[in-house]
């Protein structure tokens, strides 16, 4: 996983966004995104950033979940 965070600042003030790039090789493609797509739902760090934190999660360079 590598993850990429800014802080975007804006006329409203600043806000967090994030992108985490999952890689997973000789994982079928579904099977990786049903695997991230759980993994996001049950992680408390992902509980707690979601609704404050702009989040895209791509699975082997495709978009797989996106929050605003």
């Known amino acids: 996983v590598q993850a990429e965070v800014?802080?975007?600042?804006?006329?409203?003030?600043?806000?967090?966004?994030?992108?985490l790039h999952v890689t997973l090789p000789g994982m079928a493609h579904a099977l990786a995104c049903r695997l991230v797509t759980v993994a996001y739902q049950r992680c408390p760090c992902a509980m707690a950033m979601r609704g404050n934190v702009a989040l895209q999660v791509n699975v082997n360079q495709q978009i797989v979940l996106l929050f605003a």
């Not at 800014?6 to 992108?19: F, I, R, W």
């Open 6 to 19: 800014c802080l975007c600042q804006h006329a409203q003030g600043a806000s967090l966004s994030a992108v």
